[in-house]
T-cell receptor, first 119, second 120 residues
């Protein structure tokens, strides 16, 4: 079974509108973390937002918020007031302990969603 | 604070040739990662170092790939001999232990710009 599933290969959104990018995950580690990264066409991976498995509240970072539904194992990214610069690939990733050493974690990425913002 | 540095940015080789990539992590970051990102997919972890020791190399094709992190700072990833399916972007990332008070709080990984490898 895939650990991270992003079911939307591509999404379009009108400028200034909000958009939700879906992510579901699967893990047996009770202490996991979920990340969203943005990858523009230039190639670098940019950290956007983090949600820990024990966090009671949904994470927010500026225009980014994470809709965390633990029972459903979903961690959807919501981008409000989309801008043209938001056009990029978006990756959901899950951090789990590797048990290979103290404090060692492994990050598993989904296949990504390509977001296109339309003027 | 300087980010993760990688070189070269682009490399084109023919199959069966060898190639090496270099990574310099953020100063003070103990953990270093090498990822392979094939076009249209998410990054896949190849190897993870904690200081100069290997933590996880379960997905590294050891018959042709090798990596080292001498002195626990810079790292090199080598492919010998290269195959067509090795065409990908090779990303290096580093992370520090989360402190809970200052960034990085989440043990997030900071990525370099990547090296785009094309094998002909």
């Amino acid at each position: 079974a895939q650990k991270i599933t992003q079911t939307q290969p591509g999404m379009f959104v009108q400028e200034k509108e909000a958009v939700t990018l879906d992510c579901t995950y699967d893990t047996s580690d009770p202490s996991y973390g979920l990340f969203w990264y943005k990858q523009p066409s230039s190639g670098e991976m940019i950290f956007l937002i983090y949600q820990g498995s024990y966090d009671q509240q949904n994470a927010t970072e500026g225009r980014y918020s994470l809709n965390f539904q633990k029972a459903r194992k979903s961690a959807n990214l919501v981008i409000s007031a989309s801008q043209l610069g938001d056009s990029a690939m978006y990756f959901c990733a899950m951090r789990e302990r590797t048990y290979s050493g103290a404090g060692s974690y492994q990050l598993t990425f989904g296949k990504g969603t390509k977001l296109s913002v339309i003027p | 604070e300087a980010g993760v540095a990688q070189s070269p940015r682009y490399k084109i080789i023919e199959k069966r040739q060898s190639v090496a990539f270099w990574c310099n992590p953020i100063s003070g970051h103990a953990t270093l990662y090498w990822y392979q990102q094939i076009l249209g997919q998410g990054p896949k972890l190849l190897i993870q170092f904690q200081n100069n020791g290997v933590v996880d190399d379960s997905q590294l094709p050891k018959d042709r790939f090798s990596a080292e992190r001498l002195k626990g700072v810079d790292s090199t990833l080598k492919i010998q001999p290269a195959k067509l399916e090795d065409s990908a972007v090779y990303l290096c990332a580093s992370s520090a232990r989360p402190s809970g008070r200052t960034r990085p709080k989440y043990n997030e990984q900071f990525f370099g710009p990547g090296t785009r490898l094309t094998v002909l």
